[in-house]
């Protein structure tokens, strides 16, 4: 059974204070891992998806990468706008669905 | 480009009612995907449809529940004699197979047993 765990649940961060969030997975066969984020209320929102060690994907002061057990997401030089819930989530071989951790609930503060 | 709608975002109801929840997905999206999420825990998957064939259903999921999409357009979720333990938003999301499962959102259905 595919799993996540997020590391940590949540983070406070000053403006400016760049910072790293943590996605540990296992997986039968990794055929992506996804970055969503998710404002209160709302559904998740579509980050990056990546699909294989080594890969890296950036989005203004997000970024992305992978290894062969997890994942990072760095913010840098955060602004408060950036609070918000980060979910990781992961697509194995074993079915056609994503399985999420449970989050980092980050807030910025100016 | 209307996105994933859902209706209605808040439900209140009382123990033992039934509830149903309505999903239209993006019109080109062929997969329909149910999840349930709970205040500080991630989305939990609990059934997908492509077209309107249901594939997969969660363990988990107790058999008060059903889903359907008839037609391979919009899906209900129906909850049957409702606990207090059903409280929590009900997610929709689609995506088009074949390039990768990159899931699309709704804004959620809030449900609330009392």
């Known amino acids: 059974e595919d799993q996540v765990t997020q590391s940590p649940e949540a983070l406070r961060l000053q403006e400016g204070e760049s910072s790293s969030l943590n996605c540990s997975y296992t997986v039968s066969g990794l055929r992506g891992l996804f970055w969503y984020r998710q404002d209160p209320g709302k559904g998740p929102e579509f980050l990056f998806t990546?699909?294989?060690a080594g890969e890296e994907k950036e989005k203004e002061r997000l970024k992305a990468t992978l290894t062969k057990k997890e994942s990072f997401l760095h913010i840098t030089a955060p602004k408060p706008e950036d609070s918000a819930t980060y979910l990781c989530?992961?697509?194995?071989?074993?079915?056609?669905?994503?399985?999420f951790g449970e989050g980092t609930q980050l807030t910025v503060n100016p | 480009d209307t996105g994933v709608s859902q209706d209605p975002r808040h439900k209140i109801t009382k123990r033992g009612q039934n509830v149903t929840f309505r999903c239209d997905p993006i019109s080109e999206h062929n997969r329909l995907y149910w999840y349930r999420q709970t205040l500080g825990q991630g989305p939990e998957f609990l059934t997908y449809?492509?077209?309107?064939?249901?594939?997969?259903k969660s363990r988990l999921l107790s058999d008060r529940f059903s889903a359907e999409r008839p037609k391979g357009s919009f899906s209900t979720l129906e909850i049957q004699r409702t606990e207090q333990g059903d409280s929590a938003m009900y997610l929709c999301?689609?995506?088009?197979?074949?390039?990768?499962?990159?899931?699309?959102f709704g804004s959620g259905t809030q449900l609330s047993v009392l």
């Open positions: 449809f492509q077209n309107e064939a249901q594939l997969e």
């Open positions: 989530a992961v697509w194995g071989t074993s079915g056609s669905r994503l399985t």
């Open positions: 990546l699909y294989s």
């Open positions: 999301a689609s995506s088009f197979a074949g390039v990768g499962e990159k899931l699309f």
